[in-house]
């Protein structure tokens, strides 16, 4: 699996830098110096896009002591780790405000959460999308040609269809809950997926329903 110097240096080479082999010691290149300091966010934003089930963790919440001012009963605290909610049991509606889940569910709250993973830990798919979206976010806002842009705009989209296909295909649908599970609402990318036959238009992705 890849590790993060390899992503790194995947990324760069989509763009054109020089090789990157140690991330401390790329001060004589602008580009690797981007791709370096751009990589904890663009990580973040990768894992958290879709419910990859290479960061997927079940976890048992209980609610807080305080609960939410008005609107709901309870409310539960994601853990440190933990970057987003792909889905809980709350056999209802549940909405996400900052860190927190509100719902009317009395827990114990099962729920299924993206988690902060080691990178030798992700899909090879994945990691090969991460590469590819943190190339295209060095080149957005800096003096690229509007071509390049384009041409890895529109790699992003076939390396992210690619892996959410494969982790689909391998087993790892949510479709696959039970139906007191209540998924989060699709990303952005739901139109491409739906024709692709792998989200349904009952299906939800970040942020309750």
């Not at 990589?39 to 896009?49: G, L, N, S």
């Not at 440190?80 to 827990?107: C, F, K, N």
Request: hydrophobic letters at 40%; a negative charge.
């Amino acid at each position: 699996m890849a590790n993060q110097t390899q992503i790194m240096d995947r990324a760069a080479g989509l763009i054109g830098a020089e090789r990157i082999t140690d991330p401390s010691l790329v001060d004589g290149n602008a580009r690797a110096r981007r791709i370096v300091g751009l990589y904890p966010v663009v990580y973040d934003e990768a894992i958290t896009v879709w419910p990859w089930s290479c960061v997927r963790k079940r976890r048992l919440l209980t609610k807080t002591a305080t609960a939410p001012a008005w609107g709901y009963a309870c409310q539960y605290a994601l853990p440190g780790e933990s970057l987003g909610v792909q889905a809980a049991l709350t056999g209802g509606p549940w909405e996400m405000e900052g860190r927190h889940i509100v719902t009317d569910y009395d827990g114990p709250l099962k729920v299924l959460t993206s988690e902060q993973t080691k990178e030798e830990h992700l899909h090879p798919l994945v990691a090969s999308y991460l590469a590819t979206r943190l190339a295209f976010a060095c080149v957005m806002g800096v003096a690229e040609s509007t071509t390049a842009q384009e041409r890895l705009k529109g790699m992003v989209q076939d390396a992210f269809l690619e892996a959410a296909l494969t982790e689909n295909a391998q087993g790892s649908s949510l479709d696959k809950l039970g139906s007191e599970w209540v998924l989060a609402m699709q990303t952005s990318y739901a139109p491409e997926l739906r024709v692709a036959g792998i989200v349904q238009p009952d299906s939800y992705w970040l942020g309750g329903s």
